[in-house]
């Protein structure tokens, strides 16, 4: 039987979208009004509200239990003017662009504990 890595012991919450029917793990649809950019197109912004998602503090055990829970967040990106290239034959993978600084904040509210974090 598979186990799966080891859940640390001091972990209380793992959040993220549950797993979509198809298989695809951890994707939430984004509204068109999710994701801004700035005029130079060197910093983008993704901010949403009330993302569904789940509370699943022994992931990634096999059979981990899951609560609802609820995430804010706001991600920006802003673009520095070092390039960078990562490329990788074997996969057919090859990507140009620039190195970039990323600021997260996010708010997690698990209801049914009446738990907030953020």
């Known amino acids: 039987m598979f ?7 001091n972990q209380f919450h793992d959040f993220h979208p549950p797993i979509s029917p198809e298989g ?14 700035t005029n130079n197109g060197k910093t983008a912004t993704l901010q949403m509200a009330n ?44 990507f140009e662009g620039f190195k970039a600084t990323a600021q997260l904040e996010a708010m997690f509210r698990v209801q049914s504990i009446g738990a907030s974090l953020g």
């Open 3 to 9: 186990k799966g890595p080891a859940v640390p012991a």
């Open 24 to 37: 695809l793990y951890w994707v939430t649809p984004v509204p068109s009004t999710g994701l801004i950019f």
């Open 51 to 94: 993302v569904s998602i789940i509370d699943q503090p022994k992931w990634p055990a096999m059979d981990a239990e899951t609560t609802p829970a609820v995430m804010d967040f706001k991600l920006v990106l802003h673009a520095t003017d070092e390039p960078v290239t990562y490329e990788d034959p074997a996969r057919q993978y090859r």
